[in-house]
């Protein structure tokens, strides 16, 4: 009973450790277009994971990360935003920057 538990324990900890580097991925991805699409540097090009939960909803139970990023508006210093991934799907992507008006 005990090995089973032990085999158990390893599937559990490598699922988890496959689901955050594909979340980590997407993240990338997602900050990276993000970041092209408002003419903004992405510095690293890496997320930093700065909090790990649960998120309950309609849909289930879902693992929740929030990573923090960099950024360069002109190449002249460095500024942070963060992006909150639910499960592999994004929740919230913030550059804490005003938001860009267009002249219509």
């Known amino acids: 009973m005990s090995h089973l538990l032990t085999v158990c324990l390893l599937l559990l900890l490598g699922w988890f ?6 979340a ?12 092209r699409q408002r003419e903004l540097q992405f510095l690293d090009q890496a997320v930093a994971l700065r909090r790990l939960g649960l998120s309950w909803r309609s849909e289930g139970v879902r693992l929740r990360r929030v990573y923090r990023f960099d950024f360069s508006e002109e190449g002249m210093g460095r500024r942070q935003g963060y992006i909150v991934m639910r ?18």
């Open 17 to 22: 450790w496959l689901d955050s580097l594909r």
């Open 87 to 104: 499960g592999l799907h994004l929740e919230d992507l913030s550059f804490g920057l005003p938001e860009q008006v267009s002249d219509a």
């Open 24 to 35: 980590r991925e997407i993240a990338i991805g997602i900050c990276q277009a993000a970041c």
